[in-house]
């Protein structure tokens, strides 16, 4: 089973990059985390192959038709932007009815809103598995439309403005997801976890309170995970990148020596640049 639905399908060569964050290089590209992982993405549970009925397809064309010639700040297309921008669609006639027909076909097809959208959360983690990120996007829109309380909805939006290096945007969608009662999705904890180290440690324009404050978090929500995650080698992973991030190489050996006793298995680029801070301890 994989760990959390956002890790991961960074290549090993993608690793140089990781590790300029912690160098304060001006080259600072999100990272992956345990590359053991790769591939497998932000993926709570591995995402179903659910493609959209028909009929909901009709629907999202005749959605996409109009809102992609929207543009937000910055010439972003409407539809790449979490919840459309925060514009209210009902005010543009088009729009307003494209909604409400997808809403109506996609309900009747799956039975429920609620239903309707984690199809269209699970499509988007789809394309979000293959690197399509603007189409992922338009999911998770369209699942927010749906059912704005769908947790899984605001995971997503994190996964892809995480890929996009807007680490501390896809904090806020993270903390989103847990707000909602809580959510019970397996890597939920972890994924956050790491987004808001991420945030902590790339943001320059932090205080030096605010940032200590958001690695607190962090960790607690590490700490919550190791109580409740069922894959724990997921888990450990995810927290020696952060620990690494963070410069705390100790700790970072900690949870790698955790990580191989849950049966996984770090990936090599990872202990090198970690080797390369500090020798690894004797077993």
């Known amino acids: 089973m994989s760990g959390g639905r956002f890790f991961h399908r960074q290549t090993p060569e993608q690793w140089e990059g990781e590790s300029v964050i912690q160098t304060n290089s001006v080259d600072a590209r999100p990272s ?3 590359a053991s992982l790769e591939r497998t993405r932000y993926a709570s549970r ?3 192959n659910t493609m959209i009925n028909p009929v909901a397809i009709f629907a999202t064309v005749l959605l996409l038709t109009f809102s992609t010639s929207l543009r937000a700040e910055g ?6 932007v979490p919840m459309y921008g925060g514009m209210d669609r009902s005010a543009i006639p088009e729009l307003k009815a494209g909604d409400e027909k997808l809403i109506a076909d996609t309900t009747s097809h799956f039975g429920t809103r609620q239903k309707a959208s984690a199809a269209f959360v699970n499509n988007g983690f789809a394309y979000y598995q293959r690197d399509d990120l603007a189409n992922a ?13 769908n947790p899984e909805v605001y995971a997503g939006f994190g996964s892809v403005l995480h890929d996009q290096g807007k680490n501390c945007e896809a904090m806020q969608m993270m903390e989103k997801a847990l707000a909602l009662n809580p959510p019970t999705f397996q890597g939920i904890y972890p994924d956050a976890a790491r987004m808001i180290t991420l945030c902590a440690v790339s943001d320059k324009g932090l205080t030096a309170e605010a940032k200590s404050k958001l690695l607190e978090r962090s960790e607690s929500l590490y700490k919550k995970a190791e109580e409740i995650e069922p894959n724990k080698a997921y888990l450990y992973g995810s927290w020696a990148t952060a620990y690494y991030w963070r410069g705390q190489y100790p700790e970072a050996w900690a949870m790698v020596t955790k990580e191989r ?14 080797r390369e801070k500090m020798p690894e301890p004797s077993q």
């Open 261 to 274: 006793a849950a049966d996984g298995k770090p990936h090599e680029k990872f202990l090198g640049l970690l």
């Open 46 to 48: 591995h995402p179903r």
């Open 137 to 149: 996007m338009r999911r998770f829109n369209q699942a927010w439309l749906l059912d704005p309380n």
């Open 32 to 34: 992956a985390p345990n």
């Open 75 to 80: 010439q972003i297309p409407i539809d790449q």
